[in-house]
Every structure is written in C-alpha cells, then in structure tokens.
C-alpha cells in the first residue's frame, strides 16, 4: 500500500525521528528522563505522528527495521546525554506489546544497550498490557533478560485495560504510568480522588515508581503533588520537543 511504500521511503532517507517529552518529580520539578515519542519528517506533508502509520507499520514486517534502527539512535542519544549530566537520566521508549514478545527484539536492545556502554537504569521500555496477555510466561522470560542487562519496564496507560492488577501479579514491572484519563477527570477541588489515590497506595505499597500521564493544570498538579505521587508528564509540565531542544535542558540541568 501507498503508506508503507513511503514507511519504507521515510526509513531509508531518514525521516523518522523521536521528539522527546520530559518526565519530572513533583515534588522538586526535576527532569528524572524523557519519553521517546516518533514522528515522520516527511517532506511535503510535514510533522506525521504515530496514531497514522504505527499501526500500519506494526502490521508489516517493517516495524521491525523501523525499531532497529530507531533503538540504536535513541541508545546513541542517551549515551551523548549521558556525557552531558552527572545526574541520572533515563529516556523511555515505547515498544508495541506484540513487538515485545518478540525475543528477537529484546536481544537487539540488550547489544544495543552493551554497545552503547548505557549506565544501568537509564533505558525504559513501556509496554502496554494489551498484548502481553496471550504469552505471560514468554514475557516474564523477556522481562528476566532485560531487567538482567539494567533495563527497566514500565506497563504504560495504566488501569485502561481490563486486566492491569493481575499483570501487576505476574510480572515484574519498575514502574506504573497511571493512564491520563484518570488524570484528566481531576478536574476540581474534591475531598478525595479515591481511584488515583488508590493507585498512588498500591505503587507504594508495591514499591514501584509511579508516573501520572497527561498533567495539564496546576490544579492535577497540585492534587498529585498531595497525593504524594512521585513522578509526572504533561503539558503543564512540558510538552514532546525536538531532540536538540531536549538536549537544551538535559544540559541546563546539572
Ligand atoms: O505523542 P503521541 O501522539 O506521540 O503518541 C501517540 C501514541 O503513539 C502513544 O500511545 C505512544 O505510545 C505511541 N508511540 C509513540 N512513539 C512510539 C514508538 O516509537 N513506537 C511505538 N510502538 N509506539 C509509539
Ligand atoms: O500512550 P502513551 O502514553 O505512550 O502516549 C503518550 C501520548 O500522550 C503522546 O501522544 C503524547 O504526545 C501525549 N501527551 C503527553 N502529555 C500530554 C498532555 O498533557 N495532554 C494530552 N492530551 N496528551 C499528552
Ligand atoms: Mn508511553
Ligand atoms: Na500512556
């Protein structure tokens, strides 16, 4: 089809290229890493985002050179970064569930993560439950090997699924990134919030690192900030910008 004669285009002339969302503490308003989110330069009709070609990608074969090569450029950034900072810094990438199951994958982000000398802890992988349902053992495996390596899991729109406390059960996640609907219905000064609260609870409880998704007033701020929740992204906070922008602030930070 039309699309991918031109996915394939984009890949081999380089067209493709992550835009980067900071990831902050609440409490200190801190970068702590950036989400990696693609976008398609493409010549005539400009800034593409993923809602119109990852799906078609990930229907084809071709979403595998498409994360190869993406995954070498983002570990070739983060090891640039990491030269500018003393302070820890991660970026997180999404990986399609049904990619992640894929060993293939996760031995081609375990080489990249060597190759690159990557500092422990500073390469996420967020996956949705979505896909993970049909192979929990396959991932657990999965999940083994990366977390072995120093690569850290996020189970990214957290509490969408029908299912998000049972993978919590069986799978080893570092970090919960609660979904930004629940964020979103945050919308005015109430006693209690008791769904986010219950989420904040159980992370805690759990010992996981929590990220709310989707911040965009100083009200949900504030409101998650009470909560004690750790970790935020948002357009209040910042928006996805340009890698050049980002490496801007990685910069300034330290
Ligand atoms: O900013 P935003 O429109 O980029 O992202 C829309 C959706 O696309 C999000 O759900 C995000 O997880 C997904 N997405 C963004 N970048 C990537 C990527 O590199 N790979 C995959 N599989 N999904 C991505
Ligand atoms: O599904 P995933 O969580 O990977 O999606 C991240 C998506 O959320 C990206 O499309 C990103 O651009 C978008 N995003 C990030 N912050 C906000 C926000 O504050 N509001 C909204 N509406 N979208 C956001
Ligand atoms: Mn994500
Ligand atoms: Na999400």
Redesign the pocket.
């Known amino acids: 089809r039309q699309v991918l004669r031109e996915l394939e285009i984009a890949l081999s002339e380089d067209q493709l290229e992550f835009h980067f969302q900071p990831i902050v503490a609440l409490n200190t308003r801190e970068i702590v890493g950036f989400?990696a989110l693609i976008r398609w330069k493409h010549p005539t009709r400009g800034l593409i985002y993923p809602d119109e070609f990852i799906e078609i990608a990930e229907q084809n074969d071709l979403v595998r050179a498409i994360d190869s090569q993406l995954l070498k450029r983002v570990a070739k950034t983060l090891s640039n970064w990491q030269a500018l900072t003393n302070t820890p810094l991660y970026i997180?990438v999404?990986i399609s569930a049904k990619r992640f199951i894929d060993s293939q994958l996760v031995n081609e982000i375990e080489q990249v993560f060597k190759q690159h000398r990557l500092v422990p802890g500073s390469l996420l992988i967020?996956v949705t439950e979505h896909a993970l349902i049909k192979n929990i053992g396959k991932a657990r495996l999965l999940f083994h090997q990366l977390r072995s390596i120093g690569v850290k899991i996020s189970l990214?729109?957290f509490g969408t699924g029908y299912s998000s406390l049972s993978y919590l059960n069986q799978l080893p996640f570092d970090i919960i990134?609660i979904d930004r609907s629940f964020v979103t219905s945050i919308n005015k000064r109430k006693l209690n919030h008791p769904i986010i609260n219950t989420i904040v609870v159980l992370a805690k409880t759990l010992d996981i690192e929590l990220v709310a998704?989707g911040i965009e007033s100083k009200l949900q701020l504030e409101i998650l900030q009470q909560m004690d929740c750790q970790y935020g992204q948002g357009y209040y906070l910042a928006k996805p910008m340009s890698e050049h922008e980002a490496e801007k602030l990685v910069t300034n930070r330290s």
């Open positions: 989400e997180s999404n967020e990214d729109d990134k998704e």
